[in-house]
């Protein structure tokens, strides 16, 4: 094995790959960025191609796991039955003629500025072959499983993965940011992974409460007692090992590494990426008017989030299939009144107000969705079970047109009644407004090509 050059001031020893690996990647050199650095190939990139009119720059998908119920919401049903439309009144909005949940209240006044969709459906009726297709906009391989668990070589993408693969950033701000933890339903949800694009384009993945006094992200911290000049002497020591390593076993796996490494170099260099994250920083009035808890205060790290350039920016309601989520087969509606709605319809409404007013909702696209609605009638234990078949899902922003009821479901809510709306409608949707090439072709593990998109763009949307 040849010896590394000398370079004043920093000894060199001969450090094989595997030891370099086996003694944690980074972790060798002082960093904490271990969910970066785990990768062995990665596919090419396509060039960014062109679509859609005045391009969005952002987008903040806003996901409830565990299914929210569009009867209670957003697509209401005064008229029907009473063990259909339940307990819940209607109440007006700022667009005549448009009622919504009474628990929407702070919606409702903002619902000339969103488009809701009433009219979405898909096949899926588990939490996590359903979340491929509220993450991903496409139907899971391997069908309608409840405990479908990740497989990276055959996984579809989520968006913001997609989008960081064929527009990827040239600055040290990172493309996709999903927080504030990862959803699980006994395995990892599918639809939050890079999946066979590749480990170089997962989320920069936050796992700790905005809301709590102690918030940092340590991925983006240097280690105590590292100093930035150090960090820089430690990149061009594993620049040597990597280019030992290439004269010694060119390795298929090495650029992808190469490209985990530069990427937590380049965060760990970003004071304009470690302020993006400084949640304490902002007007305190602004932390109340999101709502102090988990949820408020993770929408408003989105705002953050999406001022500083990141991309995509995934915040994720719920983490379990436990009694705190949108899973509301018990007690429907006594949850949703008491600890679901509230929170939501005061996060949800602030960031696109906050939006509006700082200058960032034409080019940022907001979309409020979960992965299915609920059943229509309503079961013996007061709740609502499962429903893909017809769901609602909320947008706003990036030009879509404010105060527009987008299709319609029957006279239950059982089934769309015009313009029905698929996952892969809505994920042509996010790519087309960012000005991707819809005909683009992603390809796996095994070469099996797949387009970007299974669906079309929903232009009425944007009328």
């Known amino acids: 094995m040849p010896t590394l050059p000398h370079t ?16 944690g990647g980074l972790g060798f050199l002082g960093l904490n960025l271990a969910d970066l650095l785990r990768a062995e190939t990665v596919a090419g990139q396509s060039p960014l191609a062109k679509g859609g009119k005045s391009p969005i720059k952002s987008c903040v998908l806003m996901f ?3 299914g929210p119920s569009h009867h209670d919401t957003w697509d209401m049903k005064p008229h029907a039955p009473l063990e259909v439309h339940g307990e819940f009144k209607s109440i007006a909005t ?9 628990h929407l209240p702070r919606s409702a006044k903002i619902m000339d500025r969103l488009a809701v969709i009433r009219s979405a459906h898909h096949g899926m009726r588990n939490h996590n072959a359903a979340a491929v297709e509220a993450l991903c906009g496409r139907t899971p391989l391997k069908g309608d499983l409840e405990l479908l668990a990740n497989d990276p070589t055959t996984d579809f993408p989520c968006y913001g993965s997609a989008v ?12 996709h940011v999903a927080l504030p933890h990862v959803m699980y339903n006994v ?24 809301n709590a006094p102690d918030f940092r992200v340590g991925e983006i911290e240097l280690p105590t007692g590292l100093t930035l000049a150090e960090l820089e002497n430690r990149q061009s020591l594993l620049a040597r090992v990597n280019a030992q390593m290439t004269a010694v076993s060119p390795s298929a796996g090495q650029g992808t590494m190469n490209a985990f490494y530069e990427r937590a170099f380049s965060l760990l260099r970003s004071d304009q990426v470690r302020r993006s994250f400084d949640i304490g920083q902002e007007d305190p009035r602004v932390r109340e008017r999101y709502g102090r808890n988990v949820h408020g205060q993770s929408a408003l790290l989105a705002r953050r989030l999406v001022e500083t350039g990141v991309r995509f920016v995934s915040v994720y309601d719920k983490v379990t299939n436990g009694l705190d989520n949108w899973d509301t087969h018990v007690n429907n509606f006594g949850r949703l009144k008491d600890q679901l709605l509230p929170p939501c319809d005061q996060a949800f409404s602030a960031l696109v107000e906050d939006l509006h007013a700082r200058g960032l909702f034409d080019s940022t696209l907001v979309i409020m969705l979960g992965e299915f609605g609920r059943t229509p009638k309503i079961n013996k234990d007061g709740g609502r079970d499962h429903w893909p078949d017809c769901y609602s899902v909320v947008m706003a922003g990036g030009g879509v047109t404010g105060g527009l009821q987008y299709g ?12 029905p709306v698929t996952p892969g409608d809505l994920a042509a949707t996010i790519f087309w407004r960012f000005g991707l090439d819809l005909t ?3 390809h ?6 797949f387009r970007l998109a299974a669906g079309e763009p929903i232009y009425g949307l944007f009328a």
């Open 8 to 23: 004043p001031g920093l000894e060199y020893a001969r450090i094989s790959r595997r030891r370099l690996l086996c003694a």
């Open 64 to 66: 409830y796991y565990g």
């Open 94 to 102: 700022s667009v005549p003629g448009v009622r919504i949940s009474e």
């Open 164 to 175: 960081s693969y064929l527009s990827p950033r040239k600055s040290q701000v990172p493309s």
């Open 187 to 210: 395995v990892k949800l599918p639809g939050q992974t890079a999946g066979f694009l590749g480990p170089a384009y997962e989320p920069l993945q936050v796992t700790k409460d905005p």
């Open 408 to 419: 319609t479901s029957d006279k239950l809510g059982a089934y769309p009644d015009s313009n």
């Open 440 to 442: 683009t072709e992603l």
């Open 444 to 449: 796996d593990a095994t070469g099996r090509p």
